[in-house]
């Protein structure tokens, strides 16, 4: 008896902190920190996302993903057939959306990245998509399993934005004052 009441004891614990980790609605950054949420409120191709030379996830569908990071200039890219960069100069404490929508490709589907204030059409979309649904969360082992196989593809890529891609495209950018305000996302 003793051990099963110790068992509902952890069973509940691990339950009760699983549910906190993985929880859904907007979540504050950690102190020094800032975040950064990738969502998609229409039904899209499978997309992997980057951070600049690092490979940080994949989904699909109606769906979203929380990147925390330092504040100041970052690059974020998602490939499909093409390939889609934001560039970032964060601020510490501050929350940022990007709305991934699927366009028309070659031969699939294409992606495109817009960084979106309150004001934006398609925010409340995302709002509540946030608040309804946890985000998608990738294992640390699958994410450094997909970095090691992609590493010739990352440098690759890397090397077009900086030849030729950073001048010649005009990819959005994320500026300190398109956060989104806490009274908004609560």
């Not at 929880?23 to 039904?43: L, N």
């Amino acid at each position: 008896m003793k051990t099963l009441k110790i068992l509902s004891i952890i069973v509940i614990g691990m339950l009760t902190l699983g549910s906190s980790l993985f929880a859904q609605g907007f979540k504050p950054p950690a102190e020094g920190k800032a975040v950064i949420y990738f969502v998609t409120v229409k039904r899209t191709a499978n997309y992997e996302y980057f951070h600049k030379d690092k490979y940080i996830g994949v989904f699909k569908g109606k769906n979203y993903m929380r990147i925390e990071c330092d504040p100041g200039e970052h690059l974020f890219w998602v490939s499909a057939e093409n390939k889609y960069f934001v560039t970032t100069d964060l601020r510490e404490g501050d929350t940022y959306i990007v709305i991934v929508t699927s366009k028309m490709g070659m031969w699939s589907a294409g992606v495109k990245a817009t960084p979106i204030t309150e004001e934006h059409e398609l925010f409340e979309k995302a709002q509540a998509l946030i608040n309804e649904e946890a985000p998608v969360v990738i294992s640390e082992s699958k994410i450094e399993q997909r970095n090691s196989e992609l590493v010739e593809f990352i440098d690759n890529i890397m090397n077009h934005y900086e030849d030729e891609w950073k001048e010649k495209k005009d990819f959005p950018h994320i500026s300190p004052d398109m956060a989104i305000p806490l009274d908004a996302i609560k």
